[in-house]
Structure formats: structure tokens, C-alpha cells
């Protein structure tokens, strides 16, 4: 088949799986963790600063927790407060996936810092940095999706659907897509 042809077929082939009633009229799309880590460590590290501190977030690690609709992000943490040395240690988040349907991208939104460990830091300057964590780490991901459809993959850039459910299973991330109503 010739490539044009072989496009015009694909996208047919695409559109046809797209139109056939399924499940409740769902599309299923499972992202493995290598998928997801491979999209999310490319924009880090991460720098929020201040006159007052600078605190960099980098080497993420996703984590896929069985049975939960969050995904969580271990990262690597320097934070420097003005006058001070710099301290080290991790910080983990976590976030909703949201689905931006026009752009074919997933997106984790409402990220939390739920958890910091950095050396040096009182009880009450750990919570601190947790918000200030926060802040960046939403900020960050309101432009930098954890996935992304293919828009080569004809399949993938036909389905624009509503998102109908997240979830985590057996350490993947299972997405379900609905058809949007009109």
C-alpha cells in the first residue's frame, strides 16, 4: 500500500473502533510506568525561588499505588533559605489525573506535598516547604502533562473522549475514556 493510502486506512481503521459500540461505548487506555516516568522526568528538575529561598525538585520517581486514583511522585529536594545552607532530602506528592480532551493529554492536578523529609528542617519549616512544594509542583503541571495521546497513533488521535474513571492496576494506569455527549 502506498503511505497515503496506508494513512487514509488507518484512519478509517481508527474511526471504525472509535464508532463500534464498546463497553458502555469506553476506550481503554493502560499506561505502564516506564511510560509515564519516561514523559514526566523530561521537564525536571523543577525551581521555584524567592528573595527569601530557592527550592529545586528534581529525579522524580511515579509510584502506582495499587487501588488508588492518584498518582504519586517521589522527588529529590534541595532547599535553600536566604542566610542559610542548603539542606537535601525527598519530598512526596501526589495528584489527581485530569484529561485535557482537546490536546489528547493527562494532566495531575490538585498535586500535594503529603509528605517532606529534608535534613535540618524543623516540624514547622518541613510544612513550609511542603507548601511552597506544592505550589510549584501544581504550577509545573498545568503545563507539563504526565502523558500525552500520540497524534501519530491513528487510534490515539482519533479518540477525544470524556474522562470516565482512573484507576491503578496491577502497578499500571488504567484510563477509561467515554465517548462525549452532543
Same mark, same amino acid.
Given at each position: ?18 464508532? =463500534? ?14 511510560? =509515564? ?5 523530561? @521537564?525536571?528538575? +523543577? ?6 529561598? /530557592?527550592?529545586?525538585?528534581? @529525579?522524580?520517581? +511515579?509510584?502506582? $499505588? ?7 511522585? =517521589? ?5 535553600? *533559605?536566604? !542566610? ?26 490538585? *498535586? ?7 535534613? !535540618?528542617? /524543623? ?20 503545563? @507539563?502533562? =504526565?502523558?500525552?495521546? @500520540?497524534?501519530?497513533?491513528? /487510534?490515539?488521535?482519533? #479518540? $477525544? /473522549? ?5 484507576? #491503578? ?14
Amino acid at each position: 500500500m502506498k503511505p497515503k493510502s496506508t494513512a487514509v486506512f488507518q484512519a478509517c481503521v481508527a474511526l471504525a473502533i472509535v464508532l =463500534i459500540p464498546t463497553q458502555a461505548g469506553a476506550y481503554t487506555i493502560t499506561l505502564t510506568l516506564p511510560d =509515564i516516568q519516561s514523559q514526566v522526568e523530561k @521537564n525536571f528538575p +523543577v525551581t521555584e525561588s524567592s528573595a527569601l529561598y /530557592s527550592l529545586t525538585l528534581k @529525579n522524580p520517581r +511515579v509510584e502506582l $499505588k495499587e487501588g488508588s486514583e492518584r498518582v504519586g511522585l =517521589i522527588v529529590d529536594t534541595t532547599m535553600t *533559605a536566604l !542566610g542559610s545552607m542548603a539542606t537535601s532530602g525527598v519530598v512526596h506528592i501526589d495528584g489527581a489525573i485530569g484529561y485535557l480532551r482537546d490536546k489528547g493529554e493527562f494532566l495531575l492536578e490538585d *498535586a500535594v506535598a503529603r509528605q517532606v523529609e529534608l535534613e !535540618g528542617i /524543623s516540624e514547622p519549616g518541613q510544612r513550609q516547604v511542603a507548601q511552597i512544594a506544592t505550589m510549584a509542583l501544581r504550577e509545573y503541571f498545568k503545563k @507539563n502533562p =504526565i502523558y500525552r495521546l @500520540n497524534p501519530n497513533d491513528a /487510534s490515539e488521535a482519533v #479518540i $477525544k /473522549s470524556a474522562l470516565k474513571s482512573v484507576k #491503578i492496576q496491577d502497578g499500571k494506569l488504567v484510563v477509561e475514556l467515554g465517548m462525549p455527549s452532543f
